[in-house]
C-alpha cells in the first residue's frame, strides 16, 4: 500500500537527516547571519546515555515507545470478505524522546533544542514517496518526564517527547485493488433482482439519438427543444441496445414484449446475432401493425426475455416506449409550407384518435376534414399529418411536437412564423 515500510529505524534516520538539514542551515550561526558562533553539534537517534562520553553538544531523537494507532486499527474491507493480517497493514504511532546533552554548557544545549523543536514545528508534516507521516509535540507533565528518565537509570535533562503518526508496516500480502470507478449508472423503482433469477435476466434499454438543429444555435436553444424521453423511446425501424446478464443462455433465448395490460407477444425474430452474455440487440420492424412482423404501435411496453420449453422460463422486464417516427427531415429542419399555408408532415405511426400536434405549448385542434388554422388531421394510414398554424401565432420559431398515446416523438421539423 502507499505511505507504507518494513523497517521503522527508516523513520528515524529520515528525521535524524532532517534535524541535520535544520542545524546547518539555522539562522541563529553567525555565518547564517545569526548572533552565535557555530558550536559541534552532532544529532543521532541513540539512547541518550550512549553518547554522553562523546563530547560536544549531543542531540538525541531516541524511539521511545511504539503503540497501535486505534483510529486506523480497522481500516474499511475491500472485496467480498474482509482482510486477514496479512492483508491488513499495521498501523503504529512512534514516540520519540528529544534531549540536548552538552555537560556543563547549558546554553549550547538549549540552543540545540531551540533549533530542533523549530524545525519540527515548521515541518509538521513530512510526506515522501514511501511515508507520509505527522510530527506532533506531546504534552508531559514534570512527573511524567521524571519517570521516563527513571525508567532509564539516566540523569534527567532537557527533553521533549514527540508523536509520529501514522506509521503503516507493509503487509506481507497485497490488499485486492479498488474496483475502477462506475461509468454508467442505472435506477430503477422497484425492480426485480436479476441476480436471483437462475439463468440471468435484464436491465434496460438504450438508444443513441441525433438531433438535427437550426445554424447558429447555442446552448440557450437547447431550453426550446421541451420534449423529454424517460425511458428513451424507439421508433420502428431503430436498433436498441439490450444490456443484462446470462443473455446467451438457452433458457433466455427468446424475447417477449408486453403492452401496458395486454398479453406478451414473442419478437425473437427482433433479435440480431451474435448475442454475448451482457448484451443483445434488437431491431423494430420499419412498418407499425401487428407483431412481431410489424413494430408496435407507440405506446409503453414491458420487455423480457425467457423460454417456453422444457419448462417456462422469463426474466424481469423492463420498461420500453416506443414513438411515432417523422421521416424525410431536412438539414436545417425548418418546415415550410405549401401555398394555402398547409405544412405536411411524413413518418410512420401517427394515430388519428391519439395524436396530438403541439408547436412548442401552443396545442392544434384534431379534425377529420382538411385543416383550417390552428388545426390538424392524420391520414388513414398513419403516415401523413399536416396542419395549419394559428393566425394569431407570434413572431418566432416553433418546435412540431407529435405525441402519439402519450409517447413524444424525437424533435425533427421546427417552424418560423
Same mark, same amino acid.
Given at each position: 500500500m502507499a505511505w507504507s515500510l518494513l523497517d521503522i529505524s527508516a523513520i528515524t534516520d529520515d528525521l535524524v537527516a532532517m534535524l541535520e538539514g535544520c542545524v546547518a542551515a539555522s539562522p541563529m550561526w553567525v555565518d547564517n547571519g545569526g548572533p552565535i558562533t557555530r558550536f559541534n553539534l552532532a544529532v543521532s537517534g541513540s539512547m541518550p546515555e550512549s553518547v554522553r562520553k562523546e563530547g560536544g553538544c549531543q542531540l538525541t531523537l531516541y524511539l521511545l515507545h511504539v503503540e497501535t494507532d486505534k483510529a486506523n486499527r480497522n481500516t474499511p474491507v475491500l472485496g467480498p470478505t474482509p482482510q486477514g493480517n496479512r492483508r491488513h497493514p499495521l498501523s503504529l504511532d512512534l514516540y520519540y524522546l528529544m534531549t540536548a546533552f552538552a555537560e556543563k554548557d547549558y546554553h549550547q544545549e538549549q540552543q540545540a533544542m531551540s533549533i530542533a523543536m523549530r524545525c519540527f514545528h515548521e515541518k509538521s508534516i513530512v510526506t515522501s514517496p514511501t511515508q507520509q507521516f505527522t510530527l506532533t509535540l506531546e504534552t508531559k507533565s514534570a512527573d511524567e518526564m521524571a519517570q521516563i528518565w527513571q525508567a532509564m537509570t539516566t540523569p534527567l535533562r532537557l527533553s521533549v517527547v514527540y508523536r509520529v503518526a501514522v506509521v503503516f508496516i507493509t503487509p506481507s500480502q497485497t490488499a485486492p485493488a479498488p474496483a475502477a470507478p462506475p461509468t454508467k449508472v442505472r435506477i430503477a423503482?422497484?425492480?426485480?433482482?436479476?441476480?436471483?433469477?437462475?439463468?440471468?435476466?435484464?436491465?434496460?434499454?438504450?438508444?443513441?439519438?441525433?438531433?438535427?438543429?437550426?445554424?447558429?444555435?447555442?446552448?440557450?436553444? +437547447?431550453?426550446?427543444?421541451?420534449?423529454?424521453?424517460? /425511458?428513451? $423511446?424507439?421508433? !420502428? %425501424?431503430d436498433t436498441v441496445l439490450v444490456a443484462g446478464a446470462g443473455l446467451n443462455s438457452p433458457k433466455l433465448a427468446k424475447v417477449y414484449l408486453t403492452p401496458a395490460g395486454g398479453t406478451e407477444v414473442e419478437v425473437s425474430a427482433w433479435r440480431i446475432p451474435p448475442v454475448t452474455a451482457s448484451e443483445l440487440r434488437l431491431t423494430l420492424p420499419s412498418t407499425v401493425g401487428a407483431l412481431p412482423a410489424n413494430a408496435p404501435p407507440s405506446g409503453l411496453y414491458l420487455l423480457s426475455v425467457g423460454s417456453d420449453v422444457p419448462a417456462v422460463v422469463r426474466s424481469n422486464?423492463?420498461?420500453?416506449?416506443?414513438?411515432?417516427?417523422?421521416?424525410?427531415?431536412?438539414?436545417?429542419?425548418?418546415?415550410?409550407?405549401?401555398?394555402?399555408?398547409?405544412?405536411?408532415?411524413?413518418g410512420v405511426?401517427?394515430?388519428?384518435?391519439?395524436?396530438? +400536434?403541439?408547436?412548442?405549448?401552443?396545442?392544434?385542434? /384534431?379534425? $377529420?376534414?382538411? !385543416? %383550417?388554422?390552428?388545426?390538424?388531421q392524420v391520414n388513414g394510414?398513419?403516415?401523413?399529418?399536416?396542419?395549419?398554424?394559428?393566425?394569431?401565432?407570434?413572431?418566432?420559431?416553433?418546435?412540431?411536437?407529435?405525441?402519439?398515446?402519450?409517447v413524444d416523438a424525437a424533435p425533427s421539423w421546427f417552424i418560423v412564423v
Open positions: 423503482v422497484t425492480p426485480a433482482d436479476v441476480r436471483a433469477l437462475a439463468a440471468g435476466g435484464v436491465y434496460g434499454p438504450s438508444l443513441v439519438a441525433t438531433f438535427k438543429v437550426p445554424p447558429g444555435a447555442t446552448p440557450a436553444d +437547447v431550453e426550446v427543444i421541451r420534449t423529454t424521453f424517460s /425511458p428513451a $423511446a424507439l421508433v !420502428p %425501424g422486464a423492463v420498461p420500453v416506449m416506443v414513438a411515432a417516427r417523422v421521416d424525410n427531415v431536412l438539414d436545417p429542419p425548418e418546415l415550410v409550407p405549401d401555398g394555402s399555408g398547409l405544412y405536411t408532415v411524413e405511426g401517427f394515430i388519428p384518435a391519439q395524436t396530438v +400536434v403541439i408547436l412548442d405549448t401552443v396545442p392544434l385542434t /384534431p379534425v $377529420a376534414s382538411p !385543416p %383550417g388554422a390552428g388545426e390538424f394510414a398513419g403516415t401523413l399529418l399536416t396542419f395549419k398554424r394559428p393566425a394569431t401565432l407570434a413572431p418566432g420559431r416553433y418546435w412540431v411536437r407529435v405525441r402519439v398515446n402519450q
